[in-house]
């Protein structure tokens, strides 16, 4: 099985990306992490001067994002939303979703989105849905919190010191 984390935004500080591949590489083959970072939306064009997206542009923002995070979800995946009004799992909660991910076999998609959040096509098609935190969380903390905790989970599972709740 594969965890593929597909998140909106490419540009990350360099802490972000040493951080998710620390979590990444201790994880096994059976339990491989894999991040897609797709692109945003905007660019420059329907900001206000204040770099602020344009309330009007928020709909389509989303839309385009929503497509391109699809776009990325390999076939048969089940999909997983993280989302703000998603279902939060405690760590033991966690490993347990982790355990029956790994009997079912299936790679499994976790779908970030930009700042704006996940259009309303990523959240119909997702099998779950679930909330890391009540808190708004920056998108580059979200990368390495994700991988830390998908490998805290995979220790749980295996009886490894790393959890030890």
């Not at 799992?89 to 991910?101: C, R, T, V, Y």
């Not at 790679?107 to 309303?120: C, K, Q, R, T």
Request: charged letters at 25%.
């Amino acid at each position: 099985m594969r965890i593929h984390i597909i998140s909106i935004g490419q540009r990350m500080p360099s802490w972000v990306d040493a951080g998710f591949e620390d979590y990444a590489r201790r994880l096994p083959p059976e339990c491989q992490l894999l991040l897609k970072a797709l692109p945003g939306g905007l660019g420059g064009k329907g900001r206000t001067r204040t770099g602020r997206v344009d309330d009007g542009e928020l709909p389509r923002l989303r839309r385009d994002e929503g497509e391109r995070l699809l776009a990325a979800v390999p076939a048969q995946a089940r999909i997983v939303a993280l989302d703000v009004g998603g279902r939060g799992w405690s760590s033991e909660q966690l490993a347990e979703q982790l355990g029956g991910w790994l009997a079912e076999g299936r790679d499994i998609a976790l779908l970030v989105g930009g700042a704006n959040g996940l259009s309303d096509a990523c959240l119909a098609r997702a099998e779950q849905r679930w909330s890391l935190s009540p808190l708004t969380l920056p998108h580059p903390l979200v990368r390495v919190l994700l991988a830390e905790q998908l490998y805290r989970a995979w220790s749980q599972l295996k009886g490894h010191p790393y959890h030890r709740g």
